[in-house]
């Protein structure tokens, strides 16, 4: 099978290349990534031999970049997108052009040149929030997003479901819930919270700190893709989640104590606005279609997690200076 994964050199892009050529040596993957801040080549420098792997930098909203690569694939996974819901608070304006055109700029391609599945790859925050006792998100609840990020990544959902609809471009959806694990950006919370401990600085807490996440390890999310895309059906959506309910203090808490930390290294900011308080997945269907589980615990995956970035200070260190950035500008043209 030859995959067009877009959005490759990000965290989950990125892990989803490694768990599929190491799954199925059989397939092909080209990665069309534009390098943004969130795009590090680092994260598959090791790839570069390998005959199965390409690399193409370019902008999915970019028709001519796209439509060739599109043409020639059997199977689009679709990652890239604008994915920090701070920056999209600051600074819509990028999550309407990638996260909405680029989504758009895909589909024509899959229209015009046909694929055989178009995986759309979404977020459980499309559903908004919920209170401390409501039932967590299934596959049939609202839409409700709240942050312009949420807004951006439910727009594009909307458009697959149309093109499904009104044009038969074979779709499948999965809106997946928080995500940590290895090649995380530091700038989402968990890693932040790993890197700045490491190096003796406070960890940012907003608000209370009570805020609940769903969180699944990176590697059981790309698991849970792949099922999808040998077994999904075409046109479903499925939600996929790791049964977690920590609060973002208790996961700070669990961090600094790893480390041999206390809670003093915890610092409570101002609150970002708008937040959601509580996600919550019910990933049923997948387990009853799919036969698809978390396999890796939030103990075991948060302490590999914290072992990964002791292991490799070099790669979150140049994130953190941003030295990852100039170097590779001038190492990799834009398509
Ligand atoms: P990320 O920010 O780490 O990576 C995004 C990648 O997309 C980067 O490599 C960036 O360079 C690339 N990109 C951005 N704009 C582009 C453009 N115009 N053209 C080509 N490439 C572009 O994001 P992530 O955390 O890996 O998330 C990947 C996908 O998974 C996103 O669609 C996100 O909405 C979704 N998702 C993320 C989480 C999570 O917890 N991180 C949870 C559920 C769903
Ligand atoms: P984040 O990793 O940005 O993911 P999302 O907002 O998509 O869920 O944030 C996860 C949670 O952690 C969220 O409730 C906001 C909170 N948070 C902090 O408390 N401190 C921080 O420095 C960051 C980045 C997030």
Request: include cysteine; charged fraction near 20%; aromatic fraction near 12%.
């Amino acid at each position: 099978m030859k995959l067009l994964v877009t959005g490759g050199s990000g965290f989950i892009g990125s892990n989803f290349i490694h768990y599929m050529l190491e799954a199925h040596p059989e397939h092909t993957v080209v990665n069309l990534d534009l390098l943004t801040y969130a795009g590090n080549p680092q994260n598959h420098a090791h790839l570069e031999n390998n005959p199965n792997y390409r690399f193409v930098r370019g902008d999915i909203a970019d028709a001519e970049v796209v439509n060739p690569l599109v043409k020639a694939t059997d199977v689009v996974v679709h990652f890239a997108a604008e994915s920090h819901v701070d920056r999209s608070i600051l600074d819509p304006e990028n999550f309407i052009r990638t996260n909405i055109v680029g989504t758009y700029t895909l589909l024509e391609a899959a229209r015009t040149y046909g694929v055989k599945r178009f995986h759309h790859i979404s977020t459980d925050e499309v559903f908004g929030a919920l209170e401390p006792d409501d039932p967590p998100f299934n596959e049939e609840t609202r839409y409700d997003p709240k942050s312009p990020y949420s807004a951006s990544k439910a727009s594009a959902d909307h458009l697959v479901r149309a093109y499904a609809h009104t044009y038969g471009v074979p779709v499948t959806l999965s809106n997946c819930s928080n995500n940590y694990g290895p090649y995380h950006f530091p700038e989402k919370f968990i890693p932040l919270t790993i890197t700045n401990l490491l190096e003796s600085k406070k960890a940012p807490i907003y608000g209370d700190g009570q805020q609940v996440r769903d969180w699944l390890h990176v590697r059981d999310h790309c698991m849970a893709i792949d099922e999808i895309l040998q077994r999904g059906r075409l046109g479903h959506t499925y939600c996929i989640g790791g049964g977690n309910q920590p609060t973002n203090y208790d996961i700070a808490v669990r961090i600094a104590r790893t480390l041999g930390k206390d809670e003093s290294w915890l610092e409570p900011v101002k609150d970002r606005p708008g937040h959601d308080r509580r996600y919550a997945i019910d990933f049923t269907k997948m387990n009853k279609d799919l036969q698809w589980q978390p396999t890796i615990s939030l103990d075991m995956g948060l302490a590999s997690t914290i072992q990964w970035y002791q292991q490799h200070t070099d790669w979150w260190q140049k994130v953190k200076s941003g030295a990852y950035q100039q170097y590779y500008a001038l190492q990799y043209k834009q398509a």
